[in-house]
């Protein structure tokens, strides 16, 4: 099979292209995965199949999702459709429930989108197996913070919600071509088979999430002032002079219970 360095093509930018050619790294990341013939596997962002080669000969078939034509095209050439589906488009548009469950995703997702995908993702949990993914290492750090960290935020409060999180190791700039300018990490998700804190109404709990960490300076009785008082904080035993930062996932849901509950305070944004 062709090898990455054989696949001759130009990153582009605008799809935030940088491809993995460490093999010590691919090796890793293919062992946390540990895929089994039957698994249900879709790879976001395959690019020139660093992952997608060892994958695809573990698997009895293999799905990816890739925006790039010329890349579509390539991955169609070396690969029989018996044993490869490409889906070509945005992630971001992509019906993953749509390839049933249980389902298993892995990938380096390209950074200019990670953030909303990791989103999209949550909202098909409930089809998800595991998630195996390379992010920004500063994306890593938010999304498994613990509270009244500097790194702790929405992300952080929304994933944890759903997704046991496991930073698995870090991975050098120096382990893509072209070498991007930040460092990356790879971390495994895994949906809770049972929320701990299963909130009432989701919508409402990522308004409220979404609007304690608007202004992450402002307490609590200033962010959530069109849901809560002062003194309502109080009765529900939060303190109102506490920031966004310093509330874990459980107490972000009892808010969240409590201004859906209240038909005179409607959870809107």
Not at 18 to 46: C, K, M, N, T
Not at 154 to 176: C, G, T
């Amino acid at each position: 099979m062709a090898t990455a360095g054989q696949m001759r093509h130009a990153p582009r930018k605008r799809f935030g292209q940088h491809f993995l050619v460490d093999a010590s790294v691919i090796s890793a990341i293919v062992a946390a995965i540990a895929a089994r013939p039957g698994d249900r596997v879709v790879e976001i962002g395959p690019g020139l199949g660093a992952l997608t080669r060892p994958l695809a000969d573990q698997l009895d078939h293999l799905h990816v999702i890739e925006i790039d034509r010329d890349i579509t095209a390539r991955l169609r050439r070396e690969f029989p459709a018996e044993h490869l589906t490409v889906h070509e488009g945005d992630a971001l548009d992509f019906d993953f429930s749509a390839l049933g469950a249980p389902l298993r995703v892995v990938g380096n997702l390209p950074y200019n989108i990670s953030t909303p995908l990791l989103f999209r993702l949550a909202a098909h949990a409930a089809v998800l197996r595991d998630i195996h993914v390379m992010l920004q290492k500063e994306v890593v750090e938010r999304i498994v913070s613990a509270p009244s960290r500097a790194e702790y935020g929405r992300l952080s409060v929304m994933l944890q919600y759903r997704f046991e999180m496991e930073r698995l190791f870090d991975v050098p700039a120096s382990a893509f071509r072209p070498a991007p300018r930040i460092e990356s990490a790879v971390v495994r998700m895994t949906p809770f088979s049972r929320l701990p804190h299963p909130a009432r109404d989701v919508d409402c709990l990522e308004k409220v999430v979404a609007a304690a960490f608007a202004q992450r300076r402002k307490t609590l009785r200033n962010a959530l002032r069109h849901y809560f008082s002062g003194a309502e904080l109080e009765r529900l035993g939060i303190d109102p002079g506490l920031r966004a930062q310093d509330l874990p996932v459980a107490d972000f849901v009892r808010l969240a219970d409590e201004a859906q509950r209240a038909l005179s305070r409607p959870c809107a944004g």
